[in-house]
């Protein structure tokens, strides 16, 4: 079993930065590949960001390129999203997730952490 705990979210003003991390629990992090998705508020949850469980490959929705980067420490467990000129679009909970295989932009990761809050005033 494996247990994810967001942190890092918070309210910011457009244009602002945060770093979201993820921590998780057992000693097969570096075998998982990791991803963080979001929901806003009457949507549904969307894919944000993945990342190979070697950190080699990288994947991201159209919409974050070049303004948010993931990232892992595998000795640390933890995976991170560096989000930078945040826009009001942006505002959603944040989720953690995890799974085994291949790295995948769908719904089908084993692991779910309970989300962070990230507001983006205008």
């Known amino acids: 079993q494996v247990q994810l705990v967001e942190s890092g979210g918070g309210l910011v003003q457009s244009g602002d930065s945060l770093r979201l991390s993820c921590a998780a629990s057992?000693?097969?992090?570096?075998?998982?590949?990791m991803a963080w998705f979001r929901q806003a508020p009457g949507k549904e949850r969307e894919f944000v960001a993945a990342i190979t469980s070697s950190g080699g490959s990288t994947s991201y929705t159209d919409s974050v390129k070049g303004r948010f980067t993931i990232s892992r420490d595998n000795a640390k467990n933890t995976v991170y999203l560096q989000m930078n000129s945040l826009k009001p679009e942006d505002t959603a909970v944040y989720y953690c997730?995890?799974?085994?295989?291949?790295?995948?932009?769908?719904?089908?990761?084993?692991?779910w952490g309970q989300g962070t809050q990230v507001t983006v005033s205008s």
């Open positions: 057992g000693r097969t992090f570096s075998s998982l590949v």
């Open positions: 997730a995890a799974r085994w295989g291949l790295l995948s932009s769908d719904y089908s990761y084993t692991y």
